[in-house]
């Protein structure tokens, strides 16, 4: 089982549609858990920390199962600029804390 | 808004050839990352390092890596003799705690010919 799993790709949305990406993760004693978006041929950049309660930015909604270890990620009202790859990361627990990465799952908003 | 800056955004080497990648970490960050994006794939961790000294490095980062914090702002990646397999996307990363959010520097892009 891949540590952290993600929905495979592309997908292709029309503009103003609401995109639900999933991810599940492996290692139960995992900490934190992120998702971030990435652009063709740039660096990763965070787009929202995941808490237990679940969170809410703009038309971003986070939600985190930890009993499922599952995160999901809600885009509403999706616009031209949401296309990317979104990044579903996790925080091992330990010494280091390094980030394990989902393979990403690659969103094409279409006009 | 404070960043993460990399230097170069480009190296282009030959096999065989030493190269340093450089970094600048956000300046209250304490720990730093690499991790490298072959093309097309998912990002891999490299190594770690905390306090001066390196906390954990994966498999991939085998004896002809090092890394160096030689002065309090820059974190440097060596690569010593490089291979074809080496060419990829270099992410240098910093954070101010190991359980929170890394915030990414731009990347060098390394080719191997």
């Known amino acids: 089982r891949k540590e952290v799993e993600q929905d495979p790709g592309p997908f292709n949305v029309p503009e103003g549609a609401t995109v639900a990406f999933n991810c599940t993760y492996s290692n139960s004693a995992s900490q934190s858990f992120f998702w971030y978006r990435q652009d063709c041929r740039k660096e990763p950049k965070l787009l929202m920390s995941v808490y237990s309660s679940g969170n809410e930015d703009g038309r971003f909604t986070a939600q985190l199962n930890r009993a499922s270890q599952y995160i999901s990620l809600l885009i509403r009202d999706s616009k031209l600029s949401d296309s990317a790859t979104y990044l579903c990361?996790?925080?091992?627990?330990?010494?280091?804390?390094?980030?394990?990465w989902g393979a990403g799952t690659k969103l094409i908003i279409k006009p | 808004e404070p960043e993460v800056t990399q230097t170069p955004s480009h190296q282009v080497t030959q096999m065989g050839q030493e190269v340093i990648l450089r970094c600048v970490p956000i300046s209250n960050h304490l720990y730093f990352y690499w991790y490298r994006q072959i093309l097309g794939q998912k990002v891999e961790f490299l190594v770690s390092f905390y306090n001066n000294e390196i906390s954990e490095k994966s498999e991939i980062f085998d004896d002809q890596f090092s890394v160096e914090r030689p002065d309090g702002s820059n974190f440097t990646l060596k690569i010593r003799s490089t291979k074809l397999e080496d060419s990829a996307m270099y992410f240098c990363?910093?954070?101010?705690?190991?359980?929170?959010?890394?915030?990414f520097g731009p990347g060098t892009r390394l080719t191997v010919t």
């Open positions: 990363a910093s954070t101010r705690g190991g359980i929170l959010e890394q915030y």
């Open positions: 990361v996790v925080n091992t627990p330990g010494s280091n804390y390094q980030l394990i």
